[in-house]
């Protein structure tokens, strides 16, 4: 075995004081963990930017960084977009439009015979370029028709010039030996070689018959000459891009040079101990201990005798004993493991950074819940992350002696270890000549370029297209693609809004009822679909918290749940109270399910115990067939028996919100219980402000709050709202509704100049997304007088769940494209209750747009679900644009977020998203895992992406250039995201309707592309029979198909007018 | 023959029959490389599994209404060496067999439908259901078999597709590398039962089990083996069984098989693959009875199994390895029941304990909505927390039984050092000396392919 201690060797560390080092140190595991996953327990599942940790930096700077950080790609992968390009997902014009746009002025600049650079790059998109190791490239020529036949992809005309000048020249130039020589320019002369290996090949292929070859003879002749040519070429060109990047850590070195990974020795065993130390109540039996954190914990457990027989955990008990008789806290024991495995100071950073995203999923949850402890039932002491990694640095010490011993034969001290593989296995190896030979080959098949016009190439010239061919390399290839891709989907949206905006439909003068909903993109069909069943009907969008941040509990709940966007902490807690007069029933029933829950507790332990187990399996098991084949084949009877079964114990219909303080409020740490009347008033007004309803009340005002549920989901909590923290915003619309419907709220907001009409009543009502109902609350409070109206609101409302349900379901491959409205609804009740169901709903998927203004500029607009809608009047607003500050500044963090986890998700699944979900196995109640020891796997599953266009969220916000510029310098948080193309920003002038497009810090006018927009008597004449993405499109009965907006025109005009 | 007969004939090919016609189309159209749309696969598997339950309940029916308790189909010899050797194929209905074969149709069938949704849009769809009809038909075929050729059959397909399975996920390294697993502990497990197979032919000239067994019905059936025949024969099934039921020492392929999609995992080793060793030691059960040692052994191996399962499922934090410890203590308490001599005991247990377990397993993800339901019922759940152990004394050795348990009891570590690394540094040695050997006769130094390093790849585009 190695030894594990280095003779104290001189390290250029040991000159600084331990203290200095130490605090180092530290700041090195803080820089490390920032990196880490910081998704939290996944029963409160908030989207965020994947990349969070990046976003001082512009964004494909970024991404390319990230990508090499965590081994992800940061795009999708080119066969894709190439697919896309075929498919016309983007557009050839767009491509060239997007490349000549990145390229700038180098654009033009010529490369040797390729023509400019523009035109070589746009070579190098347009067909597939491809690689492999020089040993299979040699095969691939040797064995396929490479050689042979030119690419397919190659034009027939491009093909016939390629084999006719090489004709030509082969009869002119190559034919008859030492006169040829003489004709060519002298420089070419120093390249004997190459003229020689083609008049070998031509001898080879039959030089006297070369008037009768055949085509075919032609052609393989051209290939093969090309092919030697291109060899020939780049022998010699020294290596022009830098190298990659070398291995990090120990175990990286190992593998490379031996093929045996250290890290499945430490993952499973670490896995398993954090797994026990994290969990939330998997286990019935705790880890002993746990109290004294993770790294005395683990010396404790493991350091006792009778361990592992392994042979690579042999030395750990030695080794923690050392620790302890040294009494090394766990930021000296780092210390120690790096100085043991010689790191030294100056490449700690990416050290400790690689070694602890080695296990990223555990280590960003333990990293949460150290942070975050109020939001898990059992927390861990803060400092937990540092005894993590000084845990993990001394397995990897053990496994990489083991490793190198049994693999390598190496006895020396690790700190050695990664300059002996260095010596033994070289300086890393440049591009070989085949693979740089088959770029320039396959280029110059597409460009048509002889060999004989690559065989005048000087060597100087052969450097810079290889080095322009290795600059655009296969990441900026997929950038300018994906730059491409995003164009178009941004051209569509603002061509649609340009065309429609300016033609302002004004609402009805005083709308029967009005509607506010959550701004999430999955309302934008409900609300799209409550304009066309009721066009009296007005709709705002709003965060869906409504502006009242507030811990929950229901009256069968046990918890206090925070009901407000991650970003804001909570000051208030609301319980909701059985009536008075229910009480004794709402008691009896508690009780009952307390009973039950008890009995239901003790037979879920029971069936894993010996005992009651075997009675159990052997008494009752077989009745569990019954619930196993209901529940399976038939899921909508069994859930509906279910329900049926549970409306006994569940709480009594009749409860109430208290909403309001009482006198005795005396624990203000954990918020006050409810809210003043001011309060309450300072929420209602700034909400109504917020989206713009501030006058024309009409005479019913519904607030939806949404939430969605699904059975057999660890993901159930991301389909929720988000700006409700990942819980359901039904309390939240309830709570408001109740705050407006108060009159003492009336009258003060009525003193600070909002007037409340006394005939207003608001309503609150929850809409579940998944099986598409919704429910009201509080109906006892409607008074008579609104009672009809009422009812009629939610007729339409049910009609609009039959649409929207049928709307959603033309996305579901199972469904088919043939069900009627109901048949539909039934069908998403079905998918909510079903076991087997892994896409329950798509959730956020396709979100793309996110769009801040008013409704009358998108209403009538079919937005096909694909954007986030918050209402927001600037026509309202100060100059100092403070109520859009507000909105932004809850918008943007939510938005963006769930964009960008989308993102990252889908162009990376398997390394930013979490996977298939089939295999997922849920950990420690925190998390889900592959099968039942892999890391805890973060980000969103395959098929909650499956169907999601990875493109960074357009935001469209109706305000001046000038004002969102100001915004942009004044807060840091959105300025960030904008500057550095986070998010892709563009405005709408609230007056002249011109589209301005942020692009380089600046605004510049939108050329609208498109003549008209489609148009559709209905969302379902425009949706039926499509399973794709569909364009933007007017839905209007019998209006003017939109035009081009002329601001010269009268028209035009009055709507500016009416709007000033 | 009587029609009562012929039908019971026509009933048992069918039951045997229609696994075998899914099993023949789904891989067939593999092979040929057409691939059968998602609902045409949902429903020939559908059919095959309804018209197998639908034959077995018939029969069970029949059987119930004429009387009889013991129903053969022979499909004749299939190899004979005159007073040497027969291959005969044989299937056998009786009180053991036929429920436990409307038991695989039940739970098979259930677990089919919900994959046919569960897996939607997956791209190894085909893949999962060609291996779901082997391993159906090998439940069927090891269930009724009469002969141990043809539970071998039976017995291989279960362990191939469940290896199979286990590494569905190929695009990663752990499915394939704990399927392999698995595949050597299943190896172990078949080289026993095959070793069993001979030692019978050894014994009694064939493999028909109604002869090892002697006359008789299930389970009145009285073998004529000595006491010591008995005990060879008992304990090669036991390794068998132990192995493919995960009893003590091999339990630790248990939690590695979680690696394939949740009905896979549900169905294969928490309810219907891991009973197939008790299943085995029922079939047999007779045998247990002339020998004491032998009954000792069994009951020991299932106690201690039990025990085992229970500590280790006890601190397992992921819901599937806990339900698969779970499963495991029951494995172990049947098998136990089994070597104290009971029959029906041990045969209601098994059913109730497999259907039990697939529903539990079917709703592992709602493990959280069930928590969160239960929490809001009875508030903050017992026992979930903190657990006050203090360093010394009988603490010491709680905190050493945690670490044991949490290390799966060291089995698989044992495994690996004491038997996996010997084998491999004996078969690393051949390779060597086969190399020198080889080089010495080429009279050339180590070969040129020892030196090129490996590339896993193709030529594609850089992505």
């Given amino acids: 075995m190695p030894r594990l201690h280095s003779t104290d060797s001189q390290t250029p560390d040991a000159a600084i004081p331990r203290g200095n080092l130490l605090r180092r140190l530290s700041e090195s595991i803080e820089h490390a963990a920032h990196l880490l996953p910081a998704q939290g327990p996944i029963t409160v599942f908030i989207h965020h930017n994947t990349l969070h940790a990046f976003e001082h930096r512009p964004f494909h700077e970024a991404v390319n960084q990230a990508a090499q950080i965590f081994g992800c790609h940061p795009y999708l992968p080119k066969a894709q977009y190439r697919e896309a390009l075929q498919s016309g997902r983007i557009r050839f014009d767009e491509l060239k439009q997007v490349l000549k746009r990145d390229l700038g002025q180098r654009a033009d600049e010529p490369i040797a015979c390729f023509g400019s650079r523009f035109d070589l790059y746009l070579a190098m998109l347009q067909d597939p370029l491809r690689s492999g190791p020089a040993e299979e490239l040699l095969w691939f020529v040797a064995e396929t028709d490479a050689l042979r036949r030119v690419r397919p992809e190659v034009s027939a005309a491009v093909r016939s010039r390629l084999i006719a000048e090489t004709r030509r020249w082969t009869m002119r130039d190559l034919r008859g030996g030492g006169e040829a020589e003489s004709r060519h320019p002298p420089e070419i002369r120093n390249s004997p070689g190459t003229l020689t290996s083609l008049r070998e090949l031509l001898s080879r292929f039959g030089e006297a018959t070369i008037e009768s070859w055949s085509d075919e003879t032609w052609e393989c002749f051209t290939l093969q000459a090309l092919w030697r040519v291109c060899c020939d070429g780049v022998r010699d060109l020294p290596s022009l891009s830098p190298p990659p990047a070398t291995a990090v850590r120990h175990r990286d070195w190992l593998l490379q040079a031996t093929g045996e990974d250290g890290d499945l020795l430490v993952n499973a065993l670490l896995i398993r101990f954090t797994a026990a130390f994290l969990d939330q109540g998997v286990a019935q039996a ?681 915004i942009i310098d004044r807060c840091e948080g959105i300025g960030r995201m904008c500057r550095n193309g986070w998010v892709q920003l563009a405005v709408l002038h609230p007056e002249t309707q011109r589209v301005s497009v942020f692009r380089g810090g600046v605004f510049e006018p939108y050329e609208v592309q498109a003549e008209t927009l489609p148009r559709a008597t209905s969302s379902v004449d425009w949706y039926r029979g499509c399973r794709d993405h569909l364009e933007f499109c007017q839905v209007a009965n019998g209006a003017e198909p939109a035009r081009r907006f002329e601001p010269s025109s009268p028209r035009s005009q009055t709507v500016g007018a009416a709007d000033a | 023959m009587s029609n009562v007969g012929q039908m019971l004939f026509l009933l048992g090919l069918l039951v045997v029959g229609s696994p075998l016609l899914m099993t023949c189309v789904s891989g067939i159209s593999s092979l040929v490389g057409y691939r059968l749309s998602e609902e045409t696969t ?167 089990l109604g002869l090892l067994l002697g006359s008789g019905v299930w389970p009145e059936e009285y073998p004529k083996l000595a006491s010591d025949e008995a005990l060879l024969v008992g304990l090669l099934l036991l390794v068998a069984a132990a192995g493919k039921s995960g009893l003590v020492p091999f339990s630790g392929w248990l939690p590695r098989a979680m690696e394939g999609p949740t009905p896979s995992s549900a169905v294969f080793y928490g309810a219907l693959s891991v009973h197939l060793g008790a299943f085995l030691l029922l079939r047999v059960s007779p045998l247990l009875e002339l020998s004491t040692s032998l009954s000792a052994a069994v009951v020991i191996l299932g106690l201690v199994t039990a025990i085992f399962a229970h500590f280790v499922g006890s601190v397992q934090t992921d819901i599937k390895s806990a339900l698969s410890f779970a499963s495991l203590t029951q494995v172990g308490v049947i098998v136990a029941e089994i070597g104290l001599g009971f029959h029906y005991l041990p045969l209601i247990h098994l059913l109730g304990h497999a259907c039990l377990r697939t529903l539990q397993f079917v709703r592992a993800p709602s493990l959280l909505q069930d928590y969160g339901t239960l929490e809001n019922a009875i508030g903050k759940l017992p026992d979930v927390g903190e657990r006050h152990v203090r360093p010394t004394g009988m603490g010491r050795f709680r905190i050493w039984l945690y670490r044991w348990s949490l290390e799966r009891g060291l089995l698989d570590s044992l495994l690996r050092e004491y038997v996996a690394s010997p084998f491999v540094r004996v078969l690393r040695a051949c390779d060597r000396m086969e190399r020198r050997w080889t080089d010495l006769l080429s009279g050339r130094g180590p070969q040129e392919r020892d030196r090129v390093q490996p590339h896993f790849g193709e030529i594609e585009e850089l992505t």
């Avoid at chain 1, 806290?329 to 700690?348: F, I, K, R, T, Y």
């Avoid at chain 1, 889900?928 to 935001?955: C, K, N, Y």
Wanted: with cysteine; hydrophobic share 45%.
């Fill in chain 1, 286 to 966: 705790a880890m002993p201990l746990r109290k004294e954190g993770f790294y005395r914990a683990f010396s404790s457990i493991y350091g006792q005798p009778l361990g592992s027989p392994e042979r690579w955990l042999r030395g750990l008990p030695a080794e923690l004993r050392r620790i302890e008789a040294e009494r090394l806290s766990p930021l000296e024991s780092v210390l120690d493991s790096l100085e043991q495995l010689g790191v030294h100071a100056d490449e700690w950073d990416e050290f400790l950074s690689a070694t602890l995203l080695a296990l990223r999923g555990w280590g960003g949850m333990l990293r949460q819940i150290e942070t975050h402890s109020d939001r898990v039932v059992v927390p861990v002491p803060s400092g937990s992350l540092v005894e993590f990694l000084a845990i993990r640095l001394l397995l990897d010490r053990l496994a990489t002696a083991h490793v190198a011993h049994t693999a390598m034969r190496f006895e020396g001290c690790l700190g050695e270890l990664r300059d002996t593989i260095r010596r033994r296995s070289g300086c890393p190896r440049p591009p070989s000549v085949e693979e740089r030979a088959f770029l320039v080959f396959q280029l110059a098949q597409v460009l048509g370029l002889s060999p004989d016009a690559l065989h005048r190439l000087q060597p100087g010239e052969w450097a810079e297209v290889m080095r322009e061919i290795e600059t655009f390399g296969s990441l900026e290839r997929r950038r300018i693609f994906h730059l491409a891709y995003e164009q178009r989907l941004a051209t569509a949206a603002l061509d649609a809004i340009s065309i429609y905006s300016p033609q302002h439909k004004s609402p009805a003068p005083l709308p029967a009822f009005q509607v506010v909903c959550c701004l999430d993109e999955r309302e934008e069909s409900f609300r799209r679909h409550l304009e066309e069943v009721s066009p009296q009907v007005e709709t705002f969008g709003a965060a869906g918290f409504f502006g009242l941040a507030m811990y929950y509990r229901g009256a069968n709940e046990a918890h206090f749940r925070p009901l407000c966007p991650i970003t804001v902490r909570p000051r208030h807690r609301v319980v909701e109270d059985v009536t008075p007069g229910d009480e004794v029933d709402g008691e009896l029933r508690a009780k009952t399910r307390r009973l039950l829950g008890m009995a239901t507790h003790r037979l879920h332990r029971g069936s894993r115990s010996v005992g009651s187990g075997t009675l159990l399996a052997g008494g009752v098991g077989v009745l569990a067939t019954f619930p196993l084949v209901a529940r399976i084949l038939f899921p909508r009877l069994a859930a509906r028996i279910r329900k049926t079964l549970g409306r006994v114990v569940q709480p009594p219909r009749n409860t109430r919100l208290r909403l309001e303080r009482r006198a005795d409020d005396s624990a203000p740490e954990n918020g006050h219980a409810g809210f003043t009347v001011e309060e309450m008033t300072d929420a209602a007004e700034r909400l109504l402000h917020d989206i713009g309803l501030t006058a024309d009340f009409a005479r019913l005002l519904l607030l939806v709050g949404h939430g969605s549920n699904s059975l057999n989901n660890p993901y159930n909590s991301a389909y929720n709202c988000g700006a409700c923290g990942g819980s359901a915003g039904g309390p939240n619309a309830r709570a408001m509704a109740a705050v407006l419907n108060d009159p003492r709220v009336r009258a003060a907001l009525n003193a600070r100049g909002l007037e409340l009409p006394q005939r207003t009543v608001a309503v609150g009502a929850y809409h579940n997304t998944c099986n598409e109902t919704v429910t009201f609350f509080d109906l006892d409070e409607i008074p008579s007088s609104h009672r009809a109206e009422f009812e009629q609101a939610q007729r339409a409302i049910e009609a609009v769940c039959d649409r929207n349900a049928h709307e959603r379901c033309r996305r579901f491959m199972s469904a088919p494209l043939t069900l009627t409205f109901a048949e539909a609804r039934e069908h998403v009740e079905e998918r909510a209750e079903d076991l087997a169901q892994t896409r329950p709903e798509l959730g956020h998927a396709t979100n793309a747009l996110t769009i801040i203004g008013r409704r009358e500029r998108t209403r009538g607009l079919f937005l096909d679900r694909r954007a986030f809608l918050a209402s927001y009047d600037p026509t309202r607003d100060d100059a100092e644009c403070t109520v859009l500050v507000r909105v932004l500044q809850a918008v943007f963090p939510v938005c963006a977020g769930i964009n960008l986890e989308y993102y990252f998700s889908k162009v990376d699944n398997f390394g930013f998203g979490s996977g298939s979900k089939l295999p997922h196995n849920l950990a420690a109640m925190l998390g889900v895992m592959d099968g039942a020891a892999s890391d805890l796997r973060t980000g969103l599953p395959w098929q909650m992406v499956e169907i999601h266009e990875p493109v960074r969220s357009l935001f469209i916000i109706e305000t001046r250039p000038e004002d969102m510029l100001t």
């Fill in chain 2, 42 to 208: 949902t429903r020939l598997g559908f059919w095959a599994v309804v018209c197998g339950l639908l034959a077995s309940v018939a029969i069970l029916l029949i059987m119930l209404v004429g009387g009889s308790r013991h129903v053969a189909i022979e499909l004749g010899h299939w190899a004979e060496i005159p007073h040497l050797y027969h291959f005969s194929v044989k299937f056998v209905f009786d009180r053991l067999s036929v429920p436990f074969v409307i038991l695989s149709f039940v739970l098979s069938g259930t677990i089919g439908a919900f994959a046919s949704r569960y897996m939607h849009r997956e791209p190894g769809f085909n893949r999962f259901f060609s291996l779901y009809s082997i391993f159906v038909l090998g439940m069927v075929v090891a269930a009724l078999a009469g002969t141990i050729e043809t539970l071998f059959a039976g017995w291989e397909l279960v362990g191939l597709s469940s290896a199979l399975l286990v590494s569905f996920y190929q695009e990663r390294s752990a499915p394939p590398r704990n399927g392999l697993w698995i595949w050597t502990v299943y190896r172990v497990s078949d080289a026993a039962l095959l070793l069993a197979a001979v030692v019978m032919h050894h014994l009694i000239g064939e493999g028909d």
